[in-house]
């Protein structure tokens, strides 16, 4: 049984330490090397898991999220008190003082350098309704750095799981066109000798011949499919490919093309899609936070308590001595009332007000978009099985066609034409069979995306 990929896991790999990616290094030490990848078969779950160490989507992510962690702490910083040090010196031309004017030796002086150190504690007490906003705030905003992580994660798995699921139908296409290749070949051979027998004419070894080339080009591209398609896969697991590396990458995947079923229902498909989506999970946080930004808009025409507590020590003023200073300690409370702005709060409620309303609608919008990909999902699956059902039982239609044709042809009863046209007809259904199961698979993967279940199920599932 594979483990359990629920939200805690990506939370733990969230923060887990990034190794060498964290010194710039795409590949982390848990991930196997390039060189290890390319020697042993691939499984769709280790697809998944070193994806989820090392792709480049889900680094960004996670630097992201590091760096919604710091505004979460910078906006947590109203609540906590700040220490405040300030140290002030200044010289003044004695003909700006006025006692020390005209002075002699027994007058009275006073001191011309004039400086002031202080250290003070001060703790915001009020500040309209922004402190224990900004508590809520700051979790909001850690709450909503991880559901939009788990969307990136999401995002990735879907690619990965296509990207695989690609590399198989490339290499099924493949034993598809060659084994049209190998029939068509057996049949010129065949063809051949029933020339040099006298049997048949030259038009037949010419109309086999003229088949056989143009089985060629599709086994071709196919190759040319594979080639690339492993190539994207490489790609998304964060590898990068040395230059020495051949172009056909030998890359082996173990995990077949399959049709697996669905657990629940369409309304119940419906439901955990709106249960589970991270996207209106992290729109839903975003509402919330504009609640906070109006509470914060309308602490503007508010007052603001602090109390602070301090030590100052200053320059005396009768004496020449700028050595000569006072000390002592400070405490107090100090408040501030805006009483007119120029309607600047006004404005600025107005504006968080009209930008609740635009997440509201926005989350709204996201709610039918999950309905829709859901549906569709759920749509291309039930289209792919069927295509699936039909072309599995239609490959021994199409088999049993070229035996059918092959013994007429040799009978005397039949033309070459029908086993050529039997050929074509297995080759297409063959074709269609694997392109089915493929988008089954896509279909299946983009369905659990859809519900959110991509990071909630076993990966392998």
């Given at each position: 049984m594979h483990p359990s990929f629920s939200k805690l896991t990506a939370l733990a790999l969230l923060l887990a330490p990034l190794g060498a990616a964290a010194a710039g290094v795409p590949r982390t030490k848990n991930a196997p090397s390039f060189?290890?990848?390319?020697?042993?078969?691939?499984?769709?779950?280790?697809?998944?898991n070193i994806a989820t160490e090392q792709n480049g989507i889900i680094l960004q992510a996670r630097k992201s999220v590091e760096a919604r962690l710091g505004v979460a702490i910078q906006t947590r910083a109203i609540l906590l008190p700040q220490v405040l040090g300030r140290v002030d010196?200044?010289?003044?031309?004695?003909?700006?003082?006025?006692?020390?004017?005209?002075?002699?030796?027994?007058?009275?002086?006073?001191?011309?350098?004039?400086?002031?150190?202080?250290?003070?504690?001060?703790?915001?007490?009020?500040?309209?309704?922004?402190?224990?906003?900004?508590?809520?705030?700051?979790?909001?905003?850690?709450?909503?750095?991880?559901?939009?992580?788990?969307?990136?994660?999401g995002q990735v798995l879907l690619q990965v799981r296509t990207a695989y699921d690609d590399v198989q139908l490339a290499a099924a296409q493949i034993e598809v066109r060659q084994a049209s290749v190998d029939l068509l070949k057996g049949e010129l051979d065949n063809v051949?000798?029933?020339?040099?027998?006298?049997?048949?004419?030259?038009?037949?070894?010419?109309?086999?011949?003229?088949?056989?080339?143009?089985?060629?080009?599709?086994?071709?591209?196919?190759?040319?499919?594979?080639v690339i398609a492993k190539q994207a896969l490489v790609e998304l697991l964060g590898y990068n490919v040395p230059k020495e590396a051949k172009n056909d990458l030998p890359l082996r995947l173990d995990t077949p093309l399959q049709v697996r079923k669905y657990p629940a229902d369409l309304p119940g498909a419906l439901a955990a899609g709106w249960k589970n989506r991270t996207e209106l999970e992290s729109l839903n946080t975003q509402v919330k936070l504009s609640d906070e930004n109006i509470i914060t808009a309308r602490a503007g025409n508010k007052p603001g308590v602090q109390a602070?507590?301090?030590?100052?020590?200053?320059?005396?003023?009768?004496?020449?001595?700028?050595?000569?200073?006072?000390?002592g300690a400070i405490a107090g409370v100090q408040m501030s009332w805006p009483l007119f702005d120029g309607f600047l709060?006004?404005?600025?409620?107005?504006?968080?007000?009209?930008?609740?309303?635009?997440r509201q609608a926005q989350l709204e919008e996201q709610r039918r978009l999950v309905s829709l990909q859901v549906r569709t999902a759920w749509s291309d699956i039930l289209s792919a099985k069927a295509t699936v059902d039909s072309q599995k039982e239609n490959i021994g239609r199409a088999e049993r066609t070229?035996?059918?044709?092959?013994?007429?042809?040799?009978?005397?009863?039949?033309?070459?034409?029908?086993?050529?046209?039997?050929?074509?007809?297995?080759?297409?259904?063959?074709?269609?069979?694997?392109?089915?199961?493929?988008d089954y698979s896509v279909a299946y993967s983009r369905l659990l995306r859809a519900t959110g279940e991509d990071v909630q199920r076993r990966q392998g599932q």
């Open positions: 060189e290890a990848l390319l020697q042993r078969p691939l499984s769709l779950v280790d697809a998944l010196y200044s010289v003044t031309q004695d003909s700006l003082v006025e006692l020390n004017t005209g002075f002699n030796a027994t007058g009275p002086t006073l001191n011309n350098q004039r400086w002031v150190g202080d250290a003070r504690v001060v703790q915001s007490l009020y500040q309209g309704g922004r402190l224990l906003s900004a508590l809520r705030v700051s979790k909001l905003i850690r709450e909503q750095a991880m559901q939009d992580f788990l969307t990136s994660l051949r000798s029933r020339l040099a027998a006298g049997v048949v004419s030259e038009f037949d070894q010419l109309r086999a011949e003229v088949e056989l080339s143009n089985a060629e080009p599709p086994l071709i591209l196919a190759r040319n499919s594979y602070f507590a301090g030590y100052d020590v200053t320059s005396r003023m009768r004496t020449r001595n700028a050595g000569d200073s006072l000390d709060t006004q404005g600025r409620v107005a504006e968080a007000q009209a930008n609740r309303g635009l070229i035996q059918l044709a092959r013994e007429r042809y040799l009978a005397g009863t039949g033309i070459q034409v029908d086993i050529l046209s039997a050929q074509t007809a297995l080759t297409q259904t063959r074709g269609n069979y694997v392109q089915a199961l493929r």
